[in-house]
């Protein structure tokens, strides 16, 4: 008795199983279509992918531009610094003082990526520097950077100021 009963389970079950494999030979898509849509998910993913980057990219060129924009309305600050470090006094504690705040400025803007332009003894170039002065001088080359008057700055390729200079020949 036991024996039939399992016979039967087991036909049972093999019955399910043939049904399930019937159903999933109807479910499956044709080759055309499934290599349609396996095309059209990766154009999507490729897609979100350049969106990703897009962004990203625009959210760095914003973060710069307003960054830049802030450090230019208090260069102006750092130059007084700069003007009182190099002014004459008697008392030497006011002097450090002066020079411990340029000194946590300078730290400040190298943090955010911010570059003093080179310009003394380098060579001219309109897109870093403004001459304000050109000198006649043998001893240097041409195009030469002879004296700064004003420092540059920049955030990444980006000119935040000019360096104003005087240029040799």
Known sequence: MAEKETKKENEEVDKKENKKVESKEKEMVPKEDYDA????????????ENFKKR?????????NSILSDVVESILPILDNLEN???????????????????KQFNDVLKSKGIEEIEAEGETFDPELHEAVRSVQDETKGEKEIVEVYRKGYKIGNK???????????
Request: proline share 0%; aromatic share 8%; no cysteine.
């Open 37 to 48: 849509l396996d095309d059209h998910f990766k154009r999507i993913l490729a897609e979100f």
């Open 55 to 63: 962004s990203k990219k625009e959210r760095e060129s914003l973060y």
């Open 84 to 102: 009182a470090v190099k002014a004459e006094t008697k008392d030497e504690n006011y002097k450090q003082g002066i020079e411990l705040v340029l």
């Open 159 to 169: 000119v935040i100021r000019h360096a104003m200079v005087s240029v040799a020949n």
